[in-house]
């Protein structure tokens, strides 16, 4: 059957949003899905005094970026990337935290409000059965995954449109990122990397046209990179590898069917599982964006812990998984469902750049997402990821990780810290010893299902296992959040 000729064959069941609005609604019971409700108020603000020692070195700015409104006008998105993103702003000082969320402006979510319901597809919601285009995708652009600063620009992130500028004093919307061109909509990930001098490094898939568009921009806006190449049957990539000479793109055993997205297909139903391809890793050199394609045998992957060179080798660890049924719950969760389905585990992808062959494996035994290494060690050799993990103990039946593990990929040990049974533990990111240029802080949220509010904790990654040395709880709870940063010094 030829791709012209295909009819649109999805694992995932058809979307009725009405339907899965009720349904979440009554299982309100089951304490986790506190999760996945909605903010509902444009804005939330608060204050909160710290528990503990908070030190006084660690003055700073906590964001976080993630889907916030899974709801509007009586239907509910079927995946739980697909809501209007919000941006959690913490101040941290001796004082307390200071908390300000506030949506993003985009023009997705403008046109909706005005509408009074949903009006373009999401990632795994296929609402806008118009025939796509990168411009139409551009206009379904939540700038929901992550947040960056940037050349004095703070930068709310999607995966397949451009970034919206947030002014960081107020969380206003401040329009696109003043360094790209306007008017061409091309996608930009939610994931991209700072070079040691100051450059950023990005890129984007255009599945339309198995595109991958490649970004390099210098600290002063200034382009260093701007091109794209083909990538027969290019797969959907979340994130990617720098080192210093290479941009380094492991490709999942995926597909994506572009007779689907013309059918109306959301584009995680137009994504099938395709074990005979293998893994690719696509290594393109940063001054001329020529490649070399490497194999690996069948997988998936969401994140990139770090990449380096050592010689003519190139090393990737990431969060890899044998295939991508752990990835479903994104649309379970939204029903007020779950069972739980083995995750990803830290793995070491070795490349050889003078044999062309290329191996892999597993670092350690467990079951953890959300790397996060300190930002001065990005596509340099190091030691310690900072992961958030599930433990063996928690129930099948509660989505979500428990433990923050510190985990040293030299020795392959893990020392970790366990929230409990009633916590929905977020993504936590490492903060530098300033003088000694080594992991000093760990600072993150978690909810905490039984008293309904969310916690920031702050851990000495020295003593990680002791638990929190400070935490600041607020007098509510958010809705769980995708990716953030620490910005020393607070607003600036």
């Known amino acids: 059957m030829s791709e012209a000729d295909e009819r649109p064959r999805s694992p995932v069941p058809p979307w009725d949003g009405k339907a899965l609005s009720a349904e979440f609604a009554a299982r309100h019971d089951r ?10 108020a444009p804005a939330l603000a608060a204050k909160a005094s710290w528990e503990g020692d908070f030190p006084s070195e660690l003055i700073g700015m906590f964001l976080r970026n993630g889907p916030a409104r899974h709801e509007r006008g009586g239907q509910r998105y079927a995946h739980r990337w697909d809501g209007d993103g919000m941006i959690q702003r913490f101040i941290l000082n001796p ?192 001054t001329d964006a020529t490649t070399v394609e490497f194999h690996l045998p069948s997988g998936c992957l969401l994140h990139v ?12 660890d990431y969060l890899g998984c044998e295939d991508p049924s752990p990835l479903l719950a994104g649309w379970s969760v939204m029903a007020g469902k779950y069972r739980h389905i083995r995750g990803a585990a830290v793995t070491r992808a070795t490349l050889d750049l003078v044999s062309g062959t290329a191996t892999r494996e597993a670092l350690l035994d467990h079951d953890a997402e959300y790397p996060s290494v300190l930002p001065a060690e990005i596509a340099q050799p190091y030691r310690h990821v900072l992961c958030l993990e599930r433990s063996k103990q928690r129930a099948r039946d509660v989505p979500g990780f428990d433990r923050v593990a510190l985990i040293d990929v030299k020795a392959a040990t893990c020392r970790a810290f ?40 702050v851990f000495d990654t020295d003593d990680l296992a002791s638990g929190p ?16 940063t620490f910005v020393r010094g607070g607003v600036a």
């Not at 304490?31 to 509902?40: F, M, V």
């Not at 255009?206 to 083909?230: K, N, V």
Request: with cysteine.
């Open 31 to 40: 304490a986790w899905t506190l999760g996945y409700e909605s903010a509902h």
């Open 95 to 286: 004082d307390g935290v200071s908390h300000l969320g506030r949506f993003v402006q985009t023009r997705k979510l403008l046109d909706e409000e005005a509408a009074g319901h949903m009006l373009y597809s999401g990632f795994g919601t296929p609402i806008d059965q118009e025939k796509p285009t990168l411009a139409r995708i551009e206009a379904s652009n939540p700038a929901n995954i992550n947040i960056l600063r940037f050349n004095d620009e703070y930068l709310a992130l999607w995966e397949a449109g451009q970034p919206y500028r947030v002014d960081p004093e107020t969380l206003a919307t401040a329009g696109r990122a003043s360094w790209l061109e306007a008017g061409h909509p091309a996608p930009f990930s939610a994931h991209p990397k700072l070079a040691a001098d100051g450059s950023l490094w990005n890129f984007g898939v255009d599945p339309l046209q198995d595109r991958l568009h490649l970004y390099g921009i210098g600290s002063d806006g200034t382009p260093l990179l701007q091109r794209d190449i083909i990538v027969e049957q290019i797969a959907p990539v979340h994130d990617f590898g720098m080192t210093e000479h290479f941009m380094v793109f492991l490709m999942p055993s995926v597909t994506i069917s572009r007779s689907h997205l013309m059918a109306g297909a959301s584009f995680a139903q137009s994504c099938h599982w395709s074990p005979q391809l293998g893994m690719r890793a696509i290594v393109v050199r940063k």
């Open 305 to 316: 812990a770090n990449a380096w060179e050592e010689g003519e080798r190139i090393y990737v």
């Open 418 to 457: 366990g929230f409990g049974d009633d916590w929905l533990v977020e993504e936590h990111v490492l903060v530098a010893d300033e003088a000694a240029h080594a992991p000093r802080w760990a600072v993150g949220t978690a909810l905490n299902l039984s008293d309904r509010v969310t916690v920031l904790s």
């Open 469 to 484: 040395v400070a935490q600041a709880r607020l007098p509510y709870a958010l809705p769980l959040g995708l990716h953030g």
